[in-house]
């Protein structure tokens, strides 16, 4: 979920219908002629060229639609997460679409009820989603049949928005709230609160990194905060007076964070000392991704930046005017990238 989409949440109390991108067994396609896949042809870029896969129309259906995240399997199947639509379903090797219709849409349209799904994950044939009410009422829900239908795992009645889901190398789940951090050590099927009463002003946990240890370090309003796997006890590391947006590791272990101003840090000693390698001002630098050969890639509100040398030189190579929400790679290495203009674009790698 975008920084800026989640003040305007609670600076308005308008919050839209959102659904979370997940996995589930293919659906009927679309027969509509303008909602259509784009077809691409594979080639080697390691991130230096983008394709359009998928464009989903602004006014889709009943209520706007834009992009809030994305995902995929290990076949390759893209998932989009769209605000009031859905979720779409998306092979890029071929022309069309599916929808995947689940509990949350056909209990969200009879009650007129609107929730803000605002984070997924897809682990082992689950999908779990993250939401909460009008009444401020979070929520853990999760699927076990491709999305048809959903029960919760974790409700309370607390201001407590779930933004991030990501899954440690342990298996272990993690989710970023408001001044809170749950986890799962079972799939999503239970979850424990590991910051409770904590006096920190955390803020919200926007995103999760782990190294090979499955330490962890969260982005967060106030900086980066750490824990190690097995205490599960989180302190502040730097960059207290940054709000972290987006944070990754590389395979040496380097810790890269970027900002809702622009800017992007790393630290090459755990968090003792931090040095800017990106400063955009204009711009917020909403995401982060590292892929195998270390290649840096910040999605920003004016497009997608790439780097070969940890931050020395960074080029434009994709989005441009655009703001990119997610970057992920799928099981091949493949990069994917998702706009909050309800784009997908791809990079083979």
């Not at 600076?11 to 679309?30: A, G, R, V, W, Y």
């Not at 967060?220 to 502040?236: A, I, W």
Request: charged fraction near 15%.
């Amino acid at each position: 979920m975008t920084f800026s989409r989640l003040k305007t949440l609670f600076q308005l109390l308008i919050i839209p219908l959102i659904f979370i991108l997940s996995c589930s067994e293919p659906n009927p396609l679309f027969p509509d002629s303008d909602k259509k896949i784009y077809q691409i042809e594979k080639g080697t870029s390691f991130g230096s060229t983008w394709e359009l896969v998928y464009s989903i129309p602004t006014h889709f259906g009943r209520h706007t639609t834009y992009l809030e995240d994305v995902s995929c399997d290990q076949y390759g199947y893209i998932y989009v997460a769209t605000g009031g639509e859905g979720i779409f379903k998306i092979n890029p090797s071929f022309t069309g679409a599916s929808v995947l219709k689940n509990g949350f849409i056909k209990y969200i349209i009879e009650t007129d009820t609107i929730f803000y799904i605002s984070a997924l994950l897809y682990n082992n044939n689950r999908i779990l989603a993250g939401s909460t009410d009008l009444m401020n009422f979070g929520s853990i829900t999760y699927s076990d049949n491709g999305g048809f239908s959903f029960q919760s795992s974790i409700i309370w009645n607390k201001y407590s928005v779930v933004v991030s889901l990501y899954k440690s190398p342990n298996g272990d789940i993690f989710a970023g709230c408001y001044n809170d951090i749950f986890v799962s050590h079972n799939n999503g099927s239970s979850w424990k609160n590991i910051l409770p009463q904590s006096n920190d002003n955390f803020g919200y946990f926007y995103s999760f990194a782990f190294d090979k240890y499955a330490n962890i370090y969260g982005a967060t309003r106030h900086g980066v905060y750490y824990s190690d796997s097995k205490e599960l006890k989180f302190t502040n590391i730097g960059l207290g007076d940054e709000t972290i947006l987006g944070i990754d590791i590389n395979s040496s272990g380097w810790i890269f964070a970027s900002t809702e101003f622009g800017k992007m840090f790393y630290s090459a000693d755990e968090g003792k000392s931090w040095k800017q390698i990106m400063n955009y001002p204009n711009y917020s630098a909403l995401s982060i991704y590292i892929n195998k050969h270390d290649f840096i890639f910040a999605g920003t509100t004016n497009g997608l930046f790439r780097s070969t040398d940890n931050g020395g030189i960074w080029e434009l190579v994709g989005c441009e005017n655009q703001s990119v929400q997610r970057i992920i790679s799928d099981s091949l290495g493949n990069l994917i990238a998702g706009t909050y203009g309800s784009k997908i674009y791809y990079s083979f790698h």
